[in-house]
């Protein structure tokens, strides 16, 4: 199958319309009042998904009721961008029965990051619409991650991120198309028909509460998997709660040293008190030396 053709969202304006939805486990209220207000203060007007308090044991309710919220989101005018509530679980049971034609033709700015990577790389390979891996609602008012965000969905913003702390495993500069997310998840949609191909691709994975076999087992997966040749680069988010750091490094090293490509961490994206948001299907370059991704293209138009 033949990936289709780019698409880029309008940029919001003050006084659009978000819609917020629970693509995968449950949420309350109470946890994103804040980011509720912090939304309507920019100002944007909000409509909640019918069905974004639900709860059916460690889902946000049955998979129709989700799938239905992201289908009417897409499907409302006035809605310029979705914003997902929470990660968790979930958003791989809804990738077969999204109506991607919907979104191709109505492409709207998308928000998330852990679990929602299932979503958020679904809609590049099936619509080709360029999603934001950033924060849910229930991170949104840490640190600056609202301000990044803002910018990058309304504004011509093209980012540059310091690899803060990171190490470098290979040296060398490389240019691609920038996509990634939550190493399990990824792990978990390798030969299905979602996961684009890594192909020219500066890939980023981020990790949170897996111990070091785990993590030794998931990158082992890629491995075998053969989906990381002909990928520019790779770049290592956060990974969190996963074991000592010297432990997590020296596996990694380990792990992708033999990689005849440039491979750092230090990216500030996943489930620390920084979460930078990066547009998904954008071309980017990352260097080593200078220790810095660079995001080439705006995420909107």
Known sequence: MVSPPIIKAPR????????????????????????????????????????????????????????????????DPDVRAIFCARGGYGSARLLDKIDFDLIRGNPKVVVGFSDLTALLVALYEQSGLISIHGPTLSDLPKDNNWHNVSRLITTSHRPQIFLKQGRVINEGKARGTLLGGNLSTICSLLDTPFLPSFEGVILFLEEKGESPYKLDRMLTHLLLSRRLEGVSALVIGQIEDCGEKEVIHDLLEERLRALAIPVVTGLPVGHGVENRALPLGIPAVVDTERMVLRIEEPAVY
């Open 12 to 75: 919001l304006q003050s006084n659009q319309t978000v819609g917020v939805i629970a693509p995968a486990s449950p949420v309350s209220r109470a946890e994103i009042a804040q980011s509720l207000r912090l939304l309507e203060s920019f100002p944007f007007k909000i409509r909640l998904g019918r069905h974004l308090f639900d709860h059916l044991h460690y889902l946000a309710g049955p998979d129709h009721d989700r799938v239905s919220d992201l289908h009417q989101m897409f499907s």
